[in-house]
């Protein structure tokens, strides 16, 4: 037989075992096309990595005498889409059979099957072989179950995997070292320098230039600092095991201006398009820990472990269960247009000038400034989650829908009414106060609930749970923020409420 297999741009996996064996009758086929280019605004450095892991991998199969076709984005016979250039491929070179790796994406795994639905040639999938979990065991892990709690499928993957356990107990006896996480950067704390690679990437920037493909964002094209294949992904993990797993947990929620990494690892790219694999990154941060027991403490570990077996593979398991649906819901009906300075960065508040630069810069934001700052303002705006999804899955560099959507639109807006969270993250000035550096500098006054310099977090706060009581007051983890709100008095609500309404109304001026 003749075999025809389709490599997607995130299964950039040399480990697969499709490639264990060298066989003449198997071509291997990548593509970039506008379909992947064009279904968000993505970052230019969102493009580029990719193309650019691709084109590694595509060096790497080459070397090891694979056959593989790599259609470039301005190739004249390159019809855009997979379908269209599968279709091609197999009456231009007569295959006889395709084959494809389960995708990630619910768009793109309708539209294989749609495809082989409309071959004539036999055609079938493999898994990826990368993640701890298949798509469909969370759902059923939880079946028949109202809630859907991280913690529970975390130690059962814990246990199931066999990581940091003795026998059927954690070890040191303890699962959850959130408690002893999440401090504030010391003020004379100077952070790790980030590593970043210095790839020469102008010939892909120089390609996508010709083409009207619509990016975000800006690039150093002679210093791309993103990891492009294997070898500077696991670099990538080498560094953060080295040089920042001691301080990963204690600062995992801290920030400080102008830091735009801090202790995380930025492994998220390499992982989400399987330059390395989730357990691999484990393994290797568990053998750190085992030979600098006293330097690494047990909860800088537990916390990043936590992160990927945990977070990673539960959010994964959310979006094949809950899709096709989880893409429209809007539990607070939420409406508002996302406003202008996401897309430039031009606002006095700080945390949100530093939050939106850097990921322009970057293409990378850290968990928390995702979260607690820019989704915060956008979910205490009352923002349409498409517009925020739209936003989130353009401007990250690993923002791939399943991992990116389940965030923003479940963690980050609550607009699965609580099926990743229990409540929604929301804070006012004194939370980002006591996680940053940032209000010191910045031109409102984090003290201020009211008044022309007040910082618009304290009045959108409470102006969210009071345009929400409705559909949040009976939540039992929110309720008492209810009773602090029926406590104040009239005119302070008033007040509230009108500096919430001044802003909301001028909200491209803040
Ligand atoms: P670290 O802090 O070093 O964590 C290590 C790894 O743990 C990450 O690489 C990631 O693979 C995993 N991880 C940590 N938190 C999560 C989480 N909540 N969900 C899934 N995996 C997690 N992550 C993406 O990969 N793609 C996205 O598009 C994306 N969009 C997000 C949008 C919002 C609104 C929020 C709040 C979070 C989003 N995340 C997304 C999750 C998380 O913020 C990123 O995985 C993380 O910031 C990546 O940086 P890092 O590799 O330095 O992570
Ligand atoms: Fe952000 Fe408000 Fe602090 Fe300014 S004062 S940095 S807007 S939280």
Known sequence: TKTLRLILGDQLNSNHSWYKTIDDSVTYVMMEIRTETDYASHHIQKVVGFFAAMQSFYNELISKKHNVIYISINDEDNLQSFDKNIKQLISKYNFLN?????????????????????????????????????????????????????????????????????????????????????????????????????????????????????????????????????????????????????????????????????????ISFSMNVKMISPQEVIERAIEEWKIRPTEIEFNQLEGFVRQIIGWREYMRGIYWLKMPEYATMNFLNNQEKLPDWFWTGKTKMNCMKDAINQSLNYAYAHHIQRLMITGNFALLAGIDPDEIDAWYLGIYIDAIEWVEITNTRGMSQFADGGIVGTKPYVSSASYIDKMSHYCGTCFYKKALKTGEKSCPFNSLYWNFYDRNEAKLAKNPRIGMMYNVWRKMKPDDKTALLQQADYYLKHINEL
Not at 112 to 118: A, Q
Not at 134 to 144: A, H, P, T, V
Not at 156 to 166: D, G, I, Q, T, Y
Request: hydrophobic share 35%; glycine share 4%.
């Open 98 to 266: 395709f084959e494809y790796q389960l995708p990630d994406e619910f768009r793109v795994d309708e539209h294989l099957k749609n495809l082989c639905k409309s071959l004539s040639i036999t055609n079938s999938f493999v898994d990826s072989e990368h993640f701890f979990t298949s798509r469909n065991e969370l759902g059923s892990f939880f079946e028949g179950k109202k809630t859907f709690l991280l913690e529970s499928f975390y130690r059962a993957l814990r246990k199931k995997n066999s990581v940091l356990m003795e026998g059927d107990k954690p070890l040191t006896g303890q699962w959850n070292y959130d408690g002893d996480n999440r401090k504030k950067l010391p003020k004379d704390h100077q952070p790790i320098t980030p590593l970043v690679f210095n790839n020469n990437v102008s010939k892909i920037v120089q390609e996508i230039k010709k083409t009207n493909i619509k990016t975000i964002g800006t690039i150093d094209e002679n210093n791309f600092v993103w990891p492009i294949n294997r070898q500077q992904s696991l670099q990538l993990v080498e560094f953060f095991v080295t040089e920042c797993l001691h301080l990963f947990g204690s600062y995992q929620d801290a920030m400080a201006p102008n830091e735009w990494s801090l202790y995380h690892s930025r």
